[in-house]
């Protein structure tokens, strides 16, 4: 390919970085996969809410007309499909998408011309940091999210390094599967073209590879678009009720704190952030610190959540690995390399239960408290908690459905025909379709969130056993409602500690009549 084809990128470093990845690389890969694997096994804890919402979306799979951007409803639908539905088969794909982070960001020090200590130090800051750990143990977007930034950001220090029109192509596969999975990948996006523009890269915009990746991205993520389109964009609602449950509380102070606590790994991603933009030889992947800078300062004007950055960070890791490599005085550069393996190690051990759901809530929540770990006991309404809130999350579903199968099984075989299930949120709502069918129990309907989207099935809800709906909503849908008994466990998360369970009857309309009236309730 010529120089015009590129648009006149830099030429190739003076030196030849190795080509091989580590073993010791191979084997932090194999210990984070082996790490999710021997978890889901063996965890006290149970699936967690938002999974449980994921699985109801696999189930009524619509391409083109999803709430949330579908890549996570297909996971769901072909993994449930070939691997079946265990709390292990759930998370395989999880727990592998999080060891193919750990390798590309190994795999991104060595084209950035770090040695093979810069490849383990990078892959250490991954496997050693909870964010990453807890993102690759949960079935949802997340993980699948950090893989797709993480691949565009390889595949764009790969057209530094080698002009090679095929890592276009890499990078609009990457973001088109990226807004795929979370809308977020418009932040990466607009962040890329930003800093493509005040890069020396600048001059690639005059080729056509920009385009046609640009187009490719765009037609693999058009399902999440359509899909908005046809559904009249109910992304802006959601995001109107985020801002103001949550993201509100999160100011630039609180998004930059949230950084920090990545420890170690947090001091080695600014200096390899400064590396990028200021350092020689490193300087020329200036692309690839823009992005990653750009994307900071969007996030925190748009008041991301501190997660959000997280999938930058792979990257930035192996490119403060990389600036170590570059300290001249060899006593110097091993003693960075041993304190930053070291610190970064000692890290991920301290912090590994908060990564894992490893210790049971008794021992998790005084460990939290030892460790001075409070921010990971804030739940999302910024209150403080006896668990972190994905913990809490976990916990007492099975129990509750039970409950719910006792309420439905004791109901009069005439009403038991013709009754339906009602459930408050979707969380309630995902837990019954769950684990309900092998109770007996029919599908749930629910209003919360994307379950509306389900509609309201064939009955027309002449007997109802309601699960966490108060009596307040229910006097305004039925003539009768009669508390059965309240459920609940002292670790769930607050709204789950105090769920009563209704049988009402006499619909004043039915649930076709009624369900137009319910769309946008949470």
């Given at each position: 390919m010529t120089e015009t084809d590129t648009g006149g990128a830099a030429p190739a470093p003076e030196h030849t970085p190795p080509q091989a990845t580590s073993r010791v690389v191979m084997l932090l890969v194999a210990l984070t996969v082996a790490m999710?694997?021997?978890?889901?096994?063996?965890?006290?804890?149970?699936?967690?809410?938002?999974?449980?919402?994921?699985?109801?979306?696999?189930?009524?799979?619509?391409?083109?007309?999803?709430?949330?951007?579908?890549?996570?409803?297909?996971?769901?639908?072909?993994?449930?499909?070939?691997l079946g539905d265990s709390i292990f088969a759930i998370r395989f794909l999880p727990a592998v998408a999080a060891g193919a982070i750990v390798y590309l960001s190994a795999k991104i020090a060595i084209h950035l011309g770090g040695s093979r200590t810069a490849q383990v130090l990078a892959a250490t800051a991954v496997v050693a940091s909870p964010l990453f750990l807890r993102a690759g143990n949960l079935f949802q977007p997340v993980v699948f999210d950090q893989l797709a930034w993480t691949v565009a950001l390889y595949s764009l220090v790969r057209l530094v390094q080698t002009e090679k029109p095929k890592w276009w192509i890499w990078f609009g596969v990457s973001a088109g599967l990226g807004l795929l999975t979370k809308f977020s990948a418009i932040f990466f996006g607009s962040a890329a073209l930003l800093a493509v523009l005040v890069s020396p890269q600048r001059c690639w915009l005059l080729t056509r590879w920009p385009w046609i990746a640009m187009g490719i991205a765009i037609l693999l993520g058009s399902p999440s678009v359509i899909g908005q389109m046809l559904l009249d964009y109910p992304v802006l609602k959601q995001m109107q009720d985020l801002k103001q449950s949550q993201l509100d509380r999160v100011t630039p102070s609180v998004f930059i704190a949230g950084q920090i606590q990545l420890g170690p790994g947090f001091v080695l991603a600014l200096g390899g952030l400064i590396s990028l933009l200021l350092?020689?030889?490193?300087?020329?992947?200036?692309?690839?610190?823009?992005?990653c800078l750009l994307v900071f300062f969007i996030l925190v004007i748009l008041h991301g959540k501190g997660y959000y950055l997280g999938p930058v960070y792979p990257a930035l890791f192996a490119a403060g690995a990389c600036a170590i490599d570059l300290v001249s005085r060899r006593n110097l550069r091993l003693g960075l390399q041993w304190?930053?393996?070291?610190?970064?190690?000692?890290?991920?051990?301290?912090?590994?239960?908060?990564?894992?759901p490893i210790l049971p809530p008794e021992r998790m929540a005084s460990y939290s408290l030892a460790i001075g770990a409070t921010s990971a006991l804030r739940n999302n309404q910024g209150e403080l908690d006896r668990l972190p809130q994905d913990y809490a999350d976990m916990i007492g579903w099975p129990e509750q459905v039970a409950e719910v199968a006792k309420v439905f099984n004791s109901l009069p075989p005439r009403d038991k025909a013709r009754a339906v299930i009602i459930a408050a949120n979707y969380g309630e709502a995902g837990a019954i379709d769950y684990y309900g069918p092998r109770l007996g129990l029919p599908q749930v309907i629910s209003a919360a969130g994307t379950y509306w989207f389900f509609g309201p099935g064939d009955k027309p809800g002449d007997v109802a056993v309601t699960v966490g709906v108060r009596e307040e909503s229910l006097k305004q849908f039925f003539n009768e409602a009669t508390l059965v008994k309240t459920v609940g466990n002292p670790w769930s998360v607050g709204e789950e500690?105090?769920?009563?369970?209704?049988?009402?009857?006499?619909?004043?309309?039915?649930?076709?009549?009624?369900?137009?009236?319910?769309?946008g309730r949470n």
């Open positions: 999710h694997f021997t978890t889901n096994l063996l965890s006290p804890y149970g699936i967690q809410r938002d999974e449980f919402l994921y699985l109801a979306m696999g189930r009524h799979l619509d391409l083109f007309r999803m709430e949330f951007p579908p890549a996570i409803a297909i996971l769901a639908k072909f993994s449930r499909t070939l350092i020689k030889p490193l300087r020329r992947f200036s692309v690839v610190g823009w992005t304190t930053a393996g070291i610190l970064l190690v000692g890290f991920g051990l301290l912090t590994l239960p908060i990564g894992i500690r105090n769920v009563p369970i209704y049988i009402a009857r006499g619909p004043k309309k039915t649930l076709q009549q009624v369900w137009p009236s319910l769309a």
